[in-house]
T-cell receptor, first 113, second 113 residues
């Protein structure tokens, strides 16, 4: 079965600095999708960024970018110019074909003013 | 803003009561999910559905049941609530196609006293 692992339960960063959240996954498939989701305190879970495994180019969305290393099965999220509103739980997720979405354990990100 | 709704947002109920948590989406998504999440903790998949009349148990054993009579509606029922059921319940939906982004409801915070 596919698994997703986030080895950092908590991370903190100074406002305006850059932080990287780690995610590794295990799969024998070659075609799949990876996601980072953000869950702010007491608010709705929302998509941050999506990566298609067959695309070598790393996805970017404004201050958010990923480092996708397919051979290493690694999918880290880099947040540049961290803002107070970035404070949240971040979840890495994997999906292949029509199967169910698989989430990692989550990383709590704190932004220090 | 995602078109997926959960009601109620908060529920405090006595032990032994029957409860139904509602989840509806207007996006026509075939896949729907129920997750259980304690505050600041990882998501545990308890039920999912690939479409009408399709329901599957998730990775975490749950005493709850679900039904999928209509595409847009995926209610979760607890026949006899217990304090151990106290948690946050998140509903999500996604397209059936490969790489479909999951959209989440705002969650129901259930407290059983």
């Amino acid at each position: 079965a596919q698994t997703v692992t986030q080895s950092q339960p908590e991370m903190s960063v100074q406002e305006a600095e850059t932080v990287t959240l780690s995610c590794t996954y295990d799969t024998s498939e070659s075609d799949y999708y990876l996601f980072w989701y953000k869950q702010p305190p007491s608010r709705q879970m929302i998509l941050v960024i999506r990566q298609e495994a067959y695309k070598q180019q790393n996805a970017t969305e404004n201050r958010f970018s990923v480092n996708f290393q397919k051979a290493a099965k690694s999918f880290s999220l880099k947040i540049s110019d961290s803002q107070l509103g970035d404070a949240a739980m971040y979840f890495c997720a994997y999906i292949q074909g029509a199967q169910k979405l698989v989430f990692g354990q989550g990383t709590r990100l704190t932004i220090n003013p | 803003e995602a078109d997926i709704y959960q009601t109620p947002r908060y529920l405090v109920i006595g032990t032994g009561k029957k409860i139904t948590l509602e989840c509806s989406q207007t996006m026509g998504h075939d896949k729907m999910y129920w997750y259980q999440q304690d505050p600041g903790m990882e998501l545990h998949l308890i039920h999912y559905s690939y479409g009408v009349n399709s329901t599957e148990k998730g990775d975490l054993s749950s005493e709850s049941t679900v039904s999928r009579i209509r595409t847009e509606h995926f209610p979760l029922t607890l026949e006899s609530a217990r304090p151990s059921h106290t948690s946050q319940y998140l509903c999500a939906s996604s397209e059936m196609g490969t790489g479909g982004v999951a959209f989440f409801g705002q969650g129901t915070r259930l407290t059983v006293v």
